[in-house]
C-alpha cells in the first residue's frame, strides 16, 4: 500500500505537533480521519475507525500509547511510533514497529509509515485486511 489517500490517524497531546504532522501527512497524498489527544482517544479510535495506517506519539500525557498499539495490531492497521525522547522503553511485541525521533521531517515520516505499510497484510478483493 502506497500512503497516497490512505487513511491516517494521528495520535499526539500536543496540538501543534498534531497540526505538523496533519501536514505532512495530507502532503504525502494522505487524509488525516481523525486526531487523538489522550489514551483514551486513542483506544476508540483504533477500535473504531476505518484507518489504513497511524501514527501515535509514545508518551501521551504521561501514558504510553501501547494500548492503542496493541488494538491497531489486532486489526492489522500499519503505524509508526513518534517520540521527543531518546531510548523509549518499547515493549518487545511491539518492537517491529518503525519509531520516528524528533525533529520529525516529511522524508522521515514518510519513510517510516513506507515501512510500516509494507509490513502490513494484504487486503482482499473487497479491501479487507487479511489476517494472518
Same mark, same amino acid.
Given at each position: 500500500?502506497?500512503?497516497?489517500?490512505? *487513511?491516517?490517524?494521528?495520535?499526539? $497531546?500536543?496540538?501543534?505537533?498534531? %497540526?505538523?504532522? $496533519?501536514?505532512?501527512?495530507?502532503?504525502? &497524498?494522505?487524509?488525516?480521519?481523525?486526531?487523538?489527544?489522550?489514551?483514551?482517544?486513542?483506544?476508540?479510535?483504533?477500535?473504531?475507525? #476505518?484507518? $489504513?495506517?497511524?501514527?501515535?506519539?509514545? =508518551?501521551?500525557? &504521561?501514558?504510553?500509547?501501547?494500548?492503542?498499539?496493541? #488494538?491497531? =495490531?489486532? *486489526? %492489522?492497521?500499519? +503505524?509508526?511510533?513518534?517520540?521527543? +525522547?531518546?531510548?523509549?522503553?518499547?515493549?518487545?511485541?511491539?518492537?517491529?514497529?518503525?519509531?520516528?525521533?524528533?525533529?520529525?521531517?516529511?522524508? =522521515?515520516?514518510?519513510?517510516?509509515?513506507?515501512? %510500516?505499510?509494507?509490513? %502490513?497484510?494484504?487486503? $482482499? *478483493?473487497? &479491501?479487507? *485486511?487479511?489476517?494472518?
Amino acid at each position: 500500500m502506497g500512503l497516497q489517500g490512505a *487513511r491516517v490517524l494521528i495520535v499526539e $497531546d500536543e496540538p501543534i505537533i498534531s %497540526a505538523l504532522l $496533519d501536514d505532512m501527512i495530507s502532503e504525502l &497524498g494522505a487524509h488525516v480521519v481523525q486526531a487523538a489527544g489522550t489514551l483514551a482517544e486513542a483506544q476508540q479510535a483504533a477500535r473504531c475507525s #476505518e484507518l $489504513d495506517a497511524a501514527v501515535l506519539d509514545i =508518551n501521551l500525557l &504521561g501514558e504510553m500509547s501501547y494500548p492503542a498499539a496493541e #488494538e491497531l =495490531n489486532k *486489526r %492489522a492497521i500499519p +503505524f509508526i511510533f513518534v517520540t521527543g +525522547f531518546a531510548a523509549e522503553p518499547i515493549p518487545s511485541v511491539l518492537a517491529h514497529v518503525p519509531v520516528v525521533s524528533k525533529p520529525y521531517t516529511l522524508s =522521515n515520516i514518510k519513510a517510516g509509515l513506507l515501512a %510500516a505499510t509494507r509490513r %502490513a497484510p494484504a487486503c $482482499d *478483493r473487497r &479491501g479487507q *485486511r487479511q489476517v494472518r
